[in-house]
C-alpha cells in the first residue's frame, strides 16, 4: 500500500520560507520519480518541482532560485524547501511519485492529501 503524507505547510509573510515534508511508505525511491504541484482553486494545476532517482531536479521557472526539493532516503521523506516566498505561491502543496516520470507532476500515479501554503 503506497501512502504520501505531507506536511510542513503554514502561513508566512512575504520573503519567509518554509519546508514541506512528505513521507513516503510503499515504494521506493529506486525507479521512481518524485515531486511537488500546486494548485488554487479556479486556477490551472502548477507543476513545482520533480527529482528523479538519479537526483536530477527540475523545477518551474516561477521558483528556481528560490525551492529546493531534495529525498531523505534514510527517512523515505521527499522535501521541498521554499525561500523567499511570494504571496503568489499561496496554494496547495501536493505530493506526488510515479515510476513513469514523463507526465506532468499532477498526473503522477500516487498522491498525497496536500498542505496549505499560505503567503501574505
Known amino acids: 500500500h503506497v501512502q504520501l503524507v505531507e506536511s510542513g505547510g503554514g502561513s508566512v509573510q512575504a520573503g519567509g520560507f518554509l519546508r514541506l515534508s512528505c513521507a513516503i511508505s510503499?515504494?521506493?525511491?529506486?525507479?521512481?520519480?518524485m515531486g511537488w504541484f500546486r494548485q488554487v482553486p479556479g486556477k490551472e494545476r502548477e507543476g513545482v518541482a520533480a527529482?528523479?532517482?538519479?537526483?536530477?531536479?527540475n523545477y518551474t521557472d516561477s521558483v528556481k532560485g528560490r525551492f529546493s526539493i531534495s529525498v531523505d532516503n534514510a527517512k523515505n521523506t521527499l522535501y521541498l524547501q521554499m525561500n523567499n516566498l511570494k504571496p503568489e505561491d499561496t496554494a496547495m502543496y501536493y505530493c506526488?511519485?510515479?515510476?513513469?516520470?514523463?507526465?506532468?507532476?499532477?498526473?503522477?500515479?500516487?498522491r498525497g492529501q496536500g498542505t496549505q501554503v499560505t503567503v501574505s
Open positions: 527529482i528523479d532517482s538519479d537526483g536530477s531536479t
Open positions: 510503499g515504494i521506493g525511491y529506486d525507479g521512481y520519480c
Open positions: 506526488v511519485a510515479d515510476s513513469n516520470c514523463d507526465k506532468p507532476e499532477w498526473e503522477y500515479d500516487y
